[in-house]
């Protein structure tokens, strides 16, 4: 029942309570979207070839991928500097602008170290550590996205992290694209490498001649980029696997249908398996956003992917009330949810299991990806049950120390010493006991 009709672009239309068990199951079950076997071999293929030949391989990845000669990996600073200086003067404002909303927002999360007597002369303590090096990647391809260095590059120099490098796919001239370029700039990111998909991933995790190991990779990519993140976790940390775009809609009687329509756009026209639902209260509110999306689908620019997007992972259900629509919510643990409702103040009380979580029709995701200082890097597939969007604790790791007294390691010593024989571990129940006298 729950196909689409065939006018519409929508693949899934109806009441959520009609939802066979098979269709609800595609529409929570976004894990591997996108990816297939082929896709895990080749990438395994390519980070093989990285981690053996190092510049070689990328210099082959750039002529074979990118269909560029590459004289050099790494971008001049010069070039970040001539791409903000021919920048449009009012995108590099807005740029600049959404820059420091990046790093206000991201301020205000920085942690604090913590020590804490457990006993008496048995102090415990925990303190936040900058990373070393991290690693931004921004993608190339079907759009361009200079925000993206951004999100990953401001936070890190707000963290205080000693080196953040930036990797993005080199354009026809060998250089990233000029956006990318004066997006590092503005972040006051360290150094740029042209380099792209798998290859750029392998090199940020493992290191060549001319790319140095990071320790932790963030920011968005394609199948590929999300694929090689995942196989290279165990030499290096990322923020959280990442796949397609997506959102989710709550919208009830005060919600305007061609601003809920929009906002299914804006994302569809991310990916072709991007997934867009929106659940309406009530039947003639669902058909008023159906229609609306169907009529904005049918002007819109990026129109084969949206209509790709809307007719694998589109959908528009009618809901009895939002008593029902919560813990449909929390199972679905959207990148982005939008509650275009009267009282989405009170209403976020009931939201769990969300990347990000939009506040009124009129805060518009576009104003998140952008503006809002908020970080756009979100968990996706469902992975927001278990993971947060990128933020400033992701460029840290914790520093953990204890310090015992001599009189509370002479009261430890025979309960810790008791333990570790417990477990016939009789050398810790030795090096336990030596300190019972003061």
């Given at each position: 029942?729950?196909?689409?009709?065939?006018?519409?672009?929508?693949?899934?239309?109806?009441?959520?309570?009609?939802?066979?068990?098979?269709?609800?199951?595609?529409?929570?079950?976004?894990?591997?979207?996108?990816?297939?076997?082929?896709?895990?071999?080749?990438?395994?293929?390519?980070?093989?070839?990285?981690r053996?030949?190092?510049?070689?391989a990328?210099?082959?990845?750039?002529?074979q991928?990118?269909?560029v000669?590459?004289?050099?990996?790494?971008?001049?600073?010069?070039?970040w500097?001539a791409?903000?200086?021919?920048?449009?003067?009012?995108?590099?404002?807005?740029?600049?602008?959404?820059?420091?909303?990046?790093?206000?927002?991201?301020?205000?999360?920085?942690?604090?170290?913590?020590?804490?007597?457990?006993?008496?002369?048995?102090l415990?303590g925990?303190?936040?550590?900058?990373?070393?090096?991290?690693g931004?990647?921004?993608?190339?391809?079907?759009?361009?996205?200079?925000?993206?260095?951004?999100?990953?590059?401001?936070?890190?120099?707000?963290?205080?992290?000693?080196?953040?490098?930036?990797?993005?796919?080199?354009?026809?001239?060998?250089?990233?694209?000029?956006?990318?370029?004066?997006?590092?700039?503005i972040?006051?990111?360290?150094?740029?490498?042209?380099?792209?998909?798998?290859g750029?991933?392998?090199?940020?995790?493992?290191?060549?001649?001319?790319?140095?190991?990071?320790?932790?990779?963030?920011?968005?990519?394609?199948?590929?980029?999300a694929?090689?993140?995942?196989?290279?976790?165990?030499?290096?940390?990322?923020?959280?696997?990442?796949?397609?775009?997506e959102i989710?809609?709550?919208?009830?009687?005060t919600a305007?249908p061609?601003?809920?329509?929009?906002?299914?756009?804006a994302?569809?026209?991310?990916?072709?398996?991007?997934?867009?639902?929106?659940?309406?209260?009530?039947?003639?509110?669902?058909?008023?956003?159906?229609?609306a999306?169907?009529?904005?689908?049918?002007?819109?620019?990026?129109?084969?992917?949206?209509?790709?997007?809307?007719?694998?992972r589109?959908?528009?259900?009618?809901?009895?009330?939002?008593?029902?629509?919560?813990?449909?919510?929390?199972?679905?643990?959207?990148?982005?949810?939008?509650?275009?409702?009267?009282?989405?103040?009170?209403?976020?009380?009931?939201?769990?299991?969300?990347?990000?979580?939009?506040?009124?029709?009129?805060?518009?995701?576009?104003?998140?990806?952008?503006?809002?200082?908020?970080?756009?890097?979100?968990?996706?597939?469902?992975?927001?049950?278990?993971?947060?969007?990128?933020?400033?604790?992701?460029?840290?790791?914790?520093?953990?120390?204890?310090?015992?007294?001599?009189?509370?390691?002479?009261?430890?010593?025979?309960?810790?010493?008791?333990?570790?024989?417990?477990?016939?571990?009789?050398?810790?129940?030795?090096?336990?006991?030596?300190?019972?006298?003061?």
């Amino acid at each position: 029942m729950m196909d689409s009709l065939a006018s519409s672009v929508l693949r899934y239309r109806g009441a959520l309570s009609d939802l066979s068990a098979e269709d609800r199951r595609r529409l929570l079950d976004r894990a591997g979207s996108g990816v297939d076997a082929r896709v895990t071999a080749r990438v395994s293929e390519l980070i093989s070839r990285v981690r053996s030949e190092g510049d070689r391989a990328l210099f082959d990845l750039a002529r074979q991928f990118d269909r560029v000669e590459l004289k050099s990996l790494e971008v001049p600073r010069e070039k970040w500097q001539a791409a903000l200086a021919s920048l449009d003067p009012a995108v590099r404002e807005a740029l600049t602008r959404a820059a420091r909303n990046i790093a206000k927002a991201h301020a205000a999360q920085k942690p604090r170290a913590v020590e804490i007597e457990t006993e008496p002369g048995v102090l415990v303590g925990r303190r936040p550590d900058p990373l070393g090096r991290v690693g931004v990647y921004a993608p190339g391809g079907r759009a361009v996205y200079p925000s993206s260095v951004l999100m990953g590059a401001v936070p890190a120099k707000v963290a205080g992290v000693g080196e953040v490098i930036v990797c993005s796919p080199p354009g026809p001239n060998g250089l990233p694209h000029a956006a990318v370029l004066a997006a590092a700039a503005i972040a006051e990111a360290d150094r740029v490498f042209a380099l792209g998909g798998a290859g750029a991933v392998a090199a940020l995790a493992y290191g060549t001649e001319s790319v140095p190991r990071v320790d932790r990779i963030v920011g968005p990519g394609n199948a590929y980029v999300a694929e090689a993140k995942l196989q290279v976790v165990g030499a290096v940390a990322i923020e959280a696997p990442a796949g397609p775009s997506e959102i989710l809609v709550i919208a009830d009687g005060t919600a305007n249908p061609d601003a809920v329509a929009r906002e299914m756009l804006a994302q569809a026209e991310h990916d072709p398996e991007a997934a867009c639902v929106t659940l309406a209260v009530g039947e003639p509110l669902a058909a008023a956003i159906t229609a609306a999306v169907e009529r904005l689908t049918a002007g819109a620019k990026r129109w084969e992917i949206v209509t790709s997007a809307l007719g694998s992972r589109g959908a528009v259900l009618s809901v009895a009330s939002l008593e029902e629509a919560f813990p449909f919510a929390a199972d679905f643990a959207p990148e982005h949810l939008l509650l275009a409702t009267a009282s989405p103040q009170e209403d976020l009380a009931r939201v769990r299991n969300a990347g990000t979580v939009f506040l009124g029709e009129r805060s518009s995701v576009a104003y998140g990806d952008y503006m809002t200082g908020s970080n756009h890097v979100l968990p996706t597939a469902g992975l927001a049950r278990a993971y947060s969007g990128l933020n400033l604790l992701d460029f840290y790791r914790w520093t953990t120390y204890q310090r015992v007294e001599a009189g509370a390691a002479a009261k430890l010593a025979d309960d810790v010493g008791r333990l570790a024989d417990s477990e016939g571990l009789f050398a810790h129940a030795d090096a336990a006991r030596a300190w019972r006298t003061p």
